[in-house]
């Protein structure tokens, strides 16, 4: 299945306060950008023979960072003002 980018829903001159370039750009950067990853995604999916796969396959992209492990420790139970660099699980 390929995904569009649908265009704007709205005349980006009628908005106060933001230019039709500011607009137009981030529509298309943004969520354009967002459209074509998920669509590279469904892509490597589509290709993928899951009778041969192993448990991470391929995790391009993913970031380790400190809100993972703090969704981590929240899955955990600890609430989002625990959640310091120094209390999360190493």
């Not at 469904?42 to 023979?49: H, I, N, R």
């Not at 192993?54 to 981590?72: K, M």
């Amino acid at each position: 299945m390929t995904y569009i980018v649908k265009p704007l829903s709205f005349e980006p001159t009628k908005l106060e306060g933001l230019s039709e370039k500011l607009i137009v750009s981030h529509w298309e950067n943004n969520y354009g950008g967002a459209v074509r990853r998920l669509n590279a995604i469904t892509a490597q999916l589509a290709e993928l023979d899951v009778t041969k796969a192993s448990p991470g396959v391929s995790r391009a992209g993913w970031r380790r960072t400190g809100s993972r492990r703090a969704s981590t420790r929240l899955g955990q139970g600890a609430t989002p003002a625990r959640c310091t660099p120094t209390t999360w699980p190493r």
